[in-house]
């Protein structure tokens, strides 16, 4: 089974401050995928990353930054946390963008 | 990027009943359309998917219909059970295009 790993899975941050989510993936996938999950709108796409050193902005991908350092590992980075970006996000890999992806546990991030 | 659309967004049925999802999308080049399901505080896990050169794929009980002139796809529960009971999301993506998600539907089926 395709393992996704999701750090922390729980962060309270506060307003202004920064915030860091990370993810690896052992599943060898070109392509790394951040979204989040609000109730009413699904599954949101922010940043994606096509491999090592690339990154592109999704739907929504403002007050966000993201970081792919290795095939592994794909962050995203809060510079400036807001109350707006309170939400749940999930990190996914796949072997390409018409492939299954493969889900981490979520991260649940609330800025007070 | 892709935009879906998914309807309902809540849907509520009997034990052994059938369930409908429908989606909608607006790129003709998508040419691969998963569904994800996602039971309460987990993450979501592929269940079943449909590639463009396919109309109708079938599995243990999911049944998906793809319509591409309507540019239109669908998903059926057949003889649902309490275990269905779940969130679920489609999706659509092409080659050189991330995957873009419908708001999904909270599927409750009652005993």
């Known amino acids: 089974e395709a393992a996704v790993t999701q750090s922390p899975r729980n962060k309270v941050a506060v307003t202004g401050g920064k915030v860091t989510l990370s993810c690896n993936q052992t599943?060898?996938?070109?392509?790394m995928y951040w979204y989040r999950q609000d109730t009413g709108h699904g599954l949101r796409l922010i940043h994606y990353?096509?491999?090592?050193?690339?990154?592109e902005k999704g739907d929504i991908p403002d007050g966000y930054k993201a970081s792919r350092p290795s095939q592994e590992n794909f962050s995203l980075i809060l510079e400036l946390a807001t109350p707006s970006q309170t939400s749940v996000y999930f990190c996914?890999?796949?072997?390409?963008?018409?492939?299954?992806?493969?889900f981490g546990s979520g991260t649940r991030l609330t800025v007070l | 990027g892709e935009q879906v659309e998914q309807l309902p967004s809540i849907l509520r049925v009997q034990e052994g009943s059938s369930a409908s999802i429908n989606c909608t999308y607006e790129?003709?080049?998508?040419?691969?359309f998963p569904w994800y399901k996602q039971e309460p505080g987990e993450n979501p896990k592929l269940i079943i998917d449909?590639?463009?050169?396919?109309e109708r794929k079938q599995t243990q009980g999911l049944i998906v219909l793809l319509d591409k002139k309507a540019k239109r796809f669908s998903l059926h529960i057949t003889d649902t059970q309490p275990g269905d009971s779940a969130m679920y999301f489609c999706a659509a993506s092409e080659n050189n295009n991330a995957p873009r998600f419908g708001a999904g539907t909270k599927l409750s089926v009652k005993p």
């Open positions: 790129n003709s080049a998508s040419n691969y």
């Open positions: 996914a890999s796949g072997l390409g963008a018409a492939e299954t992806l493969y």
């Open positions: 449909i590639r463009s050169n396919m």
């Open positions: 990353s096509y491999g090592a050193g690339s990154t």
């Open positions: 599943n060898n996938h070109n392509n």
